[in-house]
């Protein structure tokens, strides 16, 4: 089988249909004159939707239906209609994932924007700086030396003392 | 009196106007209903079920789609919870069972019940959904908008399983048909191997 008749044969059931645009329609319509293969599958379909319509439902009697409507009126009669839904406005509990998922995303961005905007010392100055920084203001005295590592250094100070710290080396 | 106006007063209780409504579409939902489970009284249950499930729930109906359609997805669920509830795929289809009134002579008849015992042997062979739009399509005329708005999904797929349902049913009809023929030519060979 060509290519091309492969690409036209999945079209067949919808040009039988009628449902193809009109190019499509006029397209197939070519081909199928010029092949063979293709106007015999198109005969095999218009087989098989012929089979179906002609093999309908087969006709029941007049006492099947009065016997259906015997039945059925006696299944009726101990029912009744359930009352009218409320017509309030609920949100599906689906849509609820768009906001719990938007606030998580504000939530996250504004979180690490204040982490990405927090100071690092290291960044800001030479760690001896912090160091006699911190001797002039007494933060700590001569002889207890502190450690190299600030980030340390700076968690163990008061938040005064910090900030003390900090207002000097910036200045 | 038009399907809205009886609609309104079957949601206002009133049984009669009801009844109108099943009188109107019984056999539709009858035969949709045999189509999907290829069982007379079973599927004489199913459309009864589906007309007191609508009775139920008229009030639920807004009148925004077509009664028909609307019953005829009620028919539908039914059927198709009938069918996962029974596991039914792959039983024997029994369609000896209807008196068939054919004005054609009776080796005419024998044909014709023959021809419809394998379309329906080739229908059954066929997922449940792919069978509900042939049914609604070819012998309701349902357009594909409605198939999807009965069956849910979209237009496209409804076209889909529509295109799909006509190649395996096409497939599984000439296999048959093959069959049949290759059994008629070999009347001798087939009777030895049926014997032994």
Redesign the interface.
Known sequence: MKWRCALIQ?WL??YL?G?LPSFWRRRLGAHLQGCPGCREELA??Q???R???A??????APA??QD??R???L???Q???????SRTFKLPYYLLGAPALAGFLIWAFMHLGQMSHKPVLTAMVAPEQVVYAGMEDGAWQGDEFPSWDMEAVMADLTHQERQAVLQRVRY | MTDPQLVAR??E?D?PA??EL??KY?REI??LA??LVLDAEEA?DL??QA??QA??????FRQQAQFRTWLFRIAINQCYSYLKSKKKFGDPVD?EE?V??GEDSPEEDLVAQD??QR??AA?QRLPAKQRAV?TL???QGLS?EEISRVLGGTTGAA?VN??QA??T??KF??NEDEHEVAVRSYPKVVARISRR
């Open positions: 999945r059931p919808a249909d449902d095999g379909f087989e098989v939707v089979r179906v319509q093999a309908a439902v087969p006709h029941r099947f239906w259906f409507h039945e059925l009126h299944k009726l009669a029912s009744a209609p359930a009352p009218e839904p | 079957a949601q209780g049984l009801f009844e099943v009188k019984q009858y035969g045999y189509r004489k459309a009864q007309f007191l009775f139920v729930h008229i009030r639920s369609c209807f068939l009134v021809r419809r379309l329906y229908l042939i399509k070819l012998e594909y076209r529509y295109c006509l190649k049913l096409k009809l000439q």
